[in-house]
């Protein structure tokens, strides 16, 4: 298992800002994931965080608008980039910490509200 | 790629009645299944999972899931449910290409109140 700590919990954001999302995970993990929750929606994938490298997006989802980093096998950035209202959601981290087969764990989430 | 669809959005029960929530996924290859349950206030805590073997999978909290590959389901159950079951629960495939490429597909999840 892994014990996953995101900050903040919860923020309260004006138009055009940005704000940066930190993940620390208790123990090295191979594969970090940012997911969205929007309200009433469910978990959608944002991106994997690659360690030493950029970050692989999905569909839908750019590098300006939602940059990411990871300097280590422990550690993980999100940045939601010149936010609009749209993006008030829930972004979650996780990861797989063994064994496929065992799925990911995942942190308590960081909820954005945009102004 | 893969997908998940949950049947229902919303259940409502009371005490000690019985409970089943479908998933169906779209996956041609190997996949392995997930039920997440988020309690309100809390973060996704995995439920139980099937990867291969026996496709009735116990989990914790009296839940059971049935991977039906003819039908590409897997249906959560539980015989008898109680007023902390209130929660979301979502539906997962996982696949992984042995690439370093792993993807969690959630389905968008069925909220379950039960009624004291």
């Known amino acids: 298992s892994a014990v996953i700590s995101q900050k903040p919990s919860r923020d309260i954001c004006q138009r055009g800002t940005s704000l940066t999302i930190q993940c620390q995970v208790d123990?090295?993990?191979?594969?970090m994931f940012w997911y969205r929750q929007q309200p009433g929606q469910s978990l959608t994938l944002i991106a994997t965080?690659?360690?030493?490298?950029?970050?692989?997006?999905e569909s839908g989802f750019v590098i300006d608008k939602f940059p990411i980093s990871r300097p280590n096998l422990t550690f993980s950035t999100l940045t939601v980039s010149n936010m609009s209202p749209e993006d008030s959601s829930i972004y979650l981290c996780?990861?797989?910490?063994?064994?496929?087969?065992?799925?990911?764990?995942f942190g308590e989430g960081s909820r954005l509200t945009v102004l | 790629a893969q997908s998940v669809s949950q049947h229902n959005h919303h259940v409502i029960l009371s005490e000690a009645a019985s409970l089943e929530l479908g998933c169906n996924y779209s996956?041609?290859?190997?996949?392995?299944l997930f039920w997440y349950v988020q309690y309100p206030g809390q973060h996704l805590q995995l439920l139980l999972k099937y990867f291969s073997g026996d496709p009735l999978v116990k989990g914790i909290k009296g839940f059971e899931a049935e991977f039906i590959k003819s039908k590409f389901s897997f249906n959560l159950r539980k015989p008898s449910v109680q007023w902390s079951d209130t929660a979301e629960y979502f539906c997962?495939?996982?696949?992984?290409?042995?690439?370093?490429?792993?993807?969690?597909?959630f389905g968008k999840g069925t909220k379950l109140s039960v009624i004291p």
């Open positions: 996956y041609g290859g190997t996949v392995n």
């Open positions: 997962a495939v996982s696949a992984y290409s042995g690439a370093g490429s792993y993807q969690l597909t």
């Open positions: 965080a690659n360690q030493g490298s950029e970050a692989t997006y």
């Open positions: 996780s990861v797989l910490a063994g064994l496929v087969v065992e799925g990911l764990f």
């Open positions: 123990s090295q993990v191979t594969m």
